[in-house]
T-cell receptor, first 111, second 115 residues
């Protein structure tokens, strides 16, 4: 059983559309991180959210941490083919970077 | 400024052989983490090491798996007597501090295939 559940598992959209990826848990995390992973490469950190209710923006990407620090979402506005990849959320339970990863959401943006 | 370097990128082993995976952390990073990624799954924590010390190995199978991070040289993840279920991508990450929220920098992984 995944401690962090990501949904959807797979998302295929047209260029210019918006998308949202969800990361849910019944556990509280001290922080939550979002990564993007390209095929054949390691995950690359996009953002870390720490405070309940926090919203962070990174160009067309908006990240939100739930008030209770149990869930998070990633919203991409006007998606581009370059946004294609595997998006992973990872929670930290104040255990020194021992991260719990979600199962990932594979995003495909078609031109 | 080189990132986290892992080698080999691909490793094929027959059942029963040993696999050695190497990880050189980023310059100045003394904290190393190993994660395993099975096909179509997220990453699972295996072990956390500092120089010459294993800090947390709670995610590593008790048998056949071992890890070290010597004073000199790369961190090594060693799998003895490999089985087909060990086939996975093994990622190493490093950070300058072992505290929460200290950014993790991942290598590009070693893909182990057991035939």
């Amino acid at each position: 059983t995944q401690l962090l559940e990501q949904s959807p598992q797979f998302l295929s959209i047209q260029e210019g559309e918006n998308l949202t990826v969800y990361c849910n848990s019944s556990s509280v995390f001290s922080s939550l991180q979002w990564y993007r992973q390209e095929p054949g490469e390691g995950p690359v950190l996009l953002v870390t959210v720490v405070t309940g209710g926090e919203v962070k923006k990174l160009k067309r990407l908006t990240f939100q941490f739930g008030d209770a620090r149990k869930d998070s979402s990633l919203h991409i506005t006007a998606a581009q083919p370059g946004d294609t990849g595997l998006y992973l959320c990872a929670g930290d339970k104040a255990a020194g970077n021992k991260l719990t990863f979600g199962g990932g959401t594979r995003v495909l943006v078609k031109p | 400024n080189a990132g986290v370097m892992q080698n080999p990128r691909h490793l094929v082993r027959r059942r029963g052989q040993e696999a050695r995976l190497r990880c050189s952390p980023m310059k100045g990073h003394s904290h190393v983490y190993w994660y395993r990624q099975l096909p179509e799954e997220g990453l699972k924590f295996m072990v956390y090491l500092q120089k010459e010390n294993i800090i947390d190995e709670s995610g590593m199978p008790k048998e056949r798996f071992s890890a070290e991070f010597p004073k000199e040289g790369p961190s090594i993840l060693r799998i003895q007597q490999v089985v087909r279920g060990d086939s996975a991508a093994y990622f190493c990450a490093s950070s300058p501090l072992g505290t929460d929220n200290s950014p993790l920098h991942f290598g590009n992984g070693t893909r182990l295939t057991v035939t």
